[in-house]
């Protein structure tokens, strides 16, 4: 029997207080922490999240723009965090969108792999990486509609927006 596609939910707040069974991260490449969302959850989760990240980056090297990896959520309410590198926003013709339509779509199947049923997303890209908040909240509805179907046992996805600004965007949309 085919399922009902998950719900979205959006949210206000700070994902690192979020009970879902993943949440994501906006990583850097190097995957060692850095400010921003990634920071908070580095700081929040404690130091096994690191370490599992050194560990992925000895085995398999840096993650480029548009993969993800996971690990343990350490102390967080997540079982898991799932580390994803947006693009950097460069004017938008060097593949940006593709790039951050990936980090959602990549994070998504990682997850169900990892048998989540909910998962919580940040506004990847938004912040020091620059992207347009509007074309960003685009892509990432988008992106998660279109790769719910793929993923039947993912109940529920949350955005969860740490400015205004992009919890309207995404609202409006
Ligand atoms: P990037 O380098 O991908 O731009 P940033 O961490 O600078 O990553 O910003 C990504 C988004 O995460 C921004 O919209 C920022 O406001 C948001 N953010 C920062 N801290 C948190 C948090 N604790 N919970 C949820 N979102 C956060």
Known sequence: MTKTPGKIEILRGDITQ????????????????????????HQ?????????????????????????????????PAKYVIHTVGPVWSGGHKGEPEKLANCYCNALLLAAKNHCRTIAFPNISTGVYGYPKPEAAQIALATIKQTLPLVPDIEKVVMVCFYQENFELLKQL
């Open 44 to 76: 929040a989760g404690g130091p096994a999240i690191l370490e599992a990240c050194i560990q992925i980056v000895n085995q398999t090297g840096p993650c480029p723009a548009g993969e993800a990896v996971i690990t343990t959520a350490g102390n967080l």
């Open 18 to 41: 979020t009970a879902a069974d993943a949440i994501v991260n906006a990583a850097k490449s190097s995957l060692m922490g850095g400010g921003g969302v990634d920071g908070a959850i």
